[in-house]
């Protein structure tokens, strides 16, 4: 909200609550320019006649959000700024997204896990699965047709903008916009780098499934030497019994030197603990921790990938230097980046993520929509 409102045009932020208790967290109202909405209780309509936009854009596509453009069906621009979540899950890819042991983690917690999947790829069988099974609404179709009604798709990550386009039919209009600059990915320290002693090792990003680190624990604990820490960072997501499983695993492989981060850190005590991580080791399927990656490799860490994220070719033909997990892990370890490397990687976020930058993209992306 900070970087729109760098902008020139006049923005009211539209707030839906957290959950359906109507409870916020992170970002409150101010009933200025920030307004509380309501799902089935405000009338989106009665806002848009009010202030009459020129555009919507929406951050993420959540249940709220699809729900009532579904029912809007706006003739207006209508943008959308994806989370990963938001695309990957949806487009018939759920089975793929998880390596063996997180799969087979999943099954054993929920034997019709994968009969549920299958069926929310149909839209016939989704319907039979929220009538006869789940008893409530199928929001897995409003997503989907909420998605019909976006103009234009606003991310700098190409990957997520040639998925959307292909599996959703789409024909948006791709956008490449960053909306953070580095200086909100660090925290308000841009200047900062890799510790000199820094040794430990980042696993993951959340006590999501698709992290896989279950699955990735296996391959690093037998490199971790005496004076290395794993920090699987696991302090939100709502994965039932995955966080469990994971501190199970990886305590059983490194001891002590296996340390679940639980708890939320404050954004500067989080740049803290990533100067002292010497590689960042992300076995996502998908677009996943985008942020945190970026904020590594401006550190100067070693990042890997797995072969099977798209966002890894897409990284490595933009110019960063990027390991594979299944490639290169066992030739590099946590060998550092040369300075050359460091700096490269430093220099491609520079170009890309500073504040006017940022901005100059977010004004065009907003000139965009309002002659579209």
Not at 56 to 77: C, D, V, W, Y
Not at 153 to 162: C, Q
Not at 249 to 258: A, I, P, Q, Y
Request: hydrophobic share 40%; aromatic share 12%; net charge neutral.
């Amino acid at each position: 909200m900070d970087n729109f409102n760098q902008t020139p045009e006049r923005h009211v932020f539209l707030l839906f609550p957290y959950n359906y208790s109507g409870e916020y967290r992170f970002v409150f109202p101010d009933h200025t320019t920030i307004l509380p909405f309501h799902p089935g209780k405000d009338n989106m309509e009665r806002v848009l006649s009010k202030f009459n936009p020129s555009a919507i854009i929406l951050h993420s596509m959540n249940p709220g959000f699809a729900r009532e453009l579904t029912q809007l069906k706006p003739t207006l621009p209508v943008c959308l700024i994806p989370w990963g979540y938001d695309l990957y899950e949806r487009a018939g890819m759920s089975f793929s997204l998880y390596a063996p042991g997180t799969l087979q983690f999943l099954k054993q917690r929920d034997p019709l896990f994968i009969l549920k999947r299958w069926c929310k790829k149909y839209r016939l069988f989704r319907f039979i699965y929220y009538q006869l099974l789940h008893r409530n609404e199928d929001i897995d179709s409003k997503m989907y047709d909420s998605f019909r009604m976006i103009t234009h798709l606003a991310t700098w990550i190409r990957p997520d903008f040639i998925l959307f386009q292909s599996h959703f039919h789409s024909k948006a209009i791709h956008l490449d916009v960053p909306f953070i600059s580095i200086e909100q990915y660090l925290y308000g320290d841009d200047q900062a780098v890799l510790n000199h002693d820094a040794r430990h090792v980042l696993l993951g990003n959340s006590n999501s499934a698709t992290s896989n680190m279950l699955d990735a624990i296996p391959i690093i604990a037998p490199f971790i030497e005496e004076s290395q820490n794993v920090f699987a960072t696991l302090s939100y997501g709502e994965q039932p019994g995955h966080r469990e499983e994971v501190i199970k695993t990886g305590k059983s492989k490194l001891e002590d030197r296996f340390i679940p981060v639980v708890d939320f850190l404050s954004g500067k005590d989080f740049i803290t603990l990533l100067k002292s991580c010497i590689a960042g080791v992300f076995m996502h399927y998908r677009q996943q921790a985008m942020g945190t990656m970026i904020a590594m490799l401006y550190l100067g860490s070693r990042i890997y990938l797995s072969e099977k994220n798209p966002i890894l070719s897409s990284l490595r033909d933009s110019g960063f230097k990027i390991s594979s997990l299944e490639h290169d892990f066992q030739n590099t370890l946590w060998t550092p980046l040369s300075l050359t490397e460091k700096n490269q990687n430093r220099s491609l976020i520079d170009k890309k993520f500073n504040s006017s930058a940022v901005n100059e993209q977010l004004s065009h992306l907003i000139n965009t929509l309002c002659n579209h």
